[in-house]
Structure formats: C-alpha cells, structure tokens
C-alpha cells in the first residue's frame, strides 16, 4: 500500500490509531505551522522593538561617553575659558573708547611727524563700519620719507598701546628718491553700552 493510500484511509477523528511515520510528519508539519504563525503574530514584532532598543541603548551609550569625556575635561575646560576671558580683556583694553578715537588718531600722526615723514594725506572716513561689538575707522594715509623713517614709522604704529592695522600698503618713488607710502590704517573701538543695546534691539 503507498502512502497516498494510507493517508486517505486515515480515521482523522482518531489520530491515535495513525501509523508511527504519519504521526511524527504531523507533528513537524504543525510544529512549522506554529513557529510560521509566531514569528508573523508576535515575534517579527518582538524583533523590531529589540532592534530600536538596541540601537537607543547604543545611542545613550555614545551620549554617556561624551558626558564622561565632558566631565573628566571639565576642570582643564574651565582653566582654558578663564585664559580665554583673560586674553580677551587685554585685547578689549586694546581698544580705545568713543572718547578716545581723536587722541588716538593724534598719535598716528604724531609717530609720522616724529619720523620726520611729510603727511602729504591724513583722512579718516566719514563713517565707521559698525561690527558685533567694536567698530572700525580707516584712515586714508599717505607719507613721504627716507625708507629707514617709514619703517621706523610703521614699526611705531605696531608698537602704540592701541590696535592700528595698515592695510592696503603702496610703496612707490617719487622724481626726488624719496619715498611715498600710502595705506589705509584701521583704528577699531569697542562700542558703549548704548551703542550695543541700539544694534541687539534692546530697549530699557
């Protein structure tokens, strides 16, 4: 008798009575059947929140690194923004006033006629480039001298207590040999009080 024979003879009603081969093919087919219906019903699910639980717990583990690196830093971090605040009041001392422009374009031109230069142009712009907390003067500047007096000069303008940038430097020869300089020196100010709650919007 084959096995298709066999399975039509039997009594569906009595699994006990099946042969021993059919009852083991039985319990496999339905052990499949079950492991198919969980995965779809129930574990898929499972595993996807597993899977978003794991990449979180690796997230925070990266958060919790970066907080400890933070933490073991943070003494030697705070030494370093007390340098910085420090180094940024000197620089901010460095800059003169409103009050304190005039006296300062006073001593650039005085470093030029202490050189024995000819100021043959001396002129500040009409207007200051207003920047996030200093503004900017150019001065238009044009000396003649020896080349020993205009680097001296230009030495002397590095030198003074305030900052003084020359820009846009043009050295020529003029019919006598002497030299002509012309530049564009930048005086900066830090800007009042007043002037930075105008800026930011900020009215009392």
Known sequence: MNLVEEL???NSSDPGSWPRAVKAGA?????????????FLDWQEQRE????VRAEEETLK???LIKKRSAINLEALRRQLKDIEQSLGVLLKQLPDRSEMEA???????AGLGRGLQFELFKPAANETIHEFYAEL????RVTGS???IGAFVSDVSQLPRIVTLNDINITVDKDK????????????YLDEDEMMNRNGVRE
């Open 8 to 10: 039509r003879q039997l």
């Open 27 to 39: 319990l496999m087919l339905l052990l499949i059947v079950i492991i198919v219906a969980g995965y």
């Open 49 to 52: 929140v597993l899977k978003n």
């Open 62 to 64: 990266q958060t919790y």
């Open 104 to 110: 300062l374009l006073v001593d650039i031109n005085q």
């Open 138 to 141: 150019p001065v238009s500047v």
């Open 147 to 149: 080349y020993h007096d």
């Open 178 to 189: 002497n030299l002509a300089l012309d530049a564009i020196a930048k005086t900066f100010r």
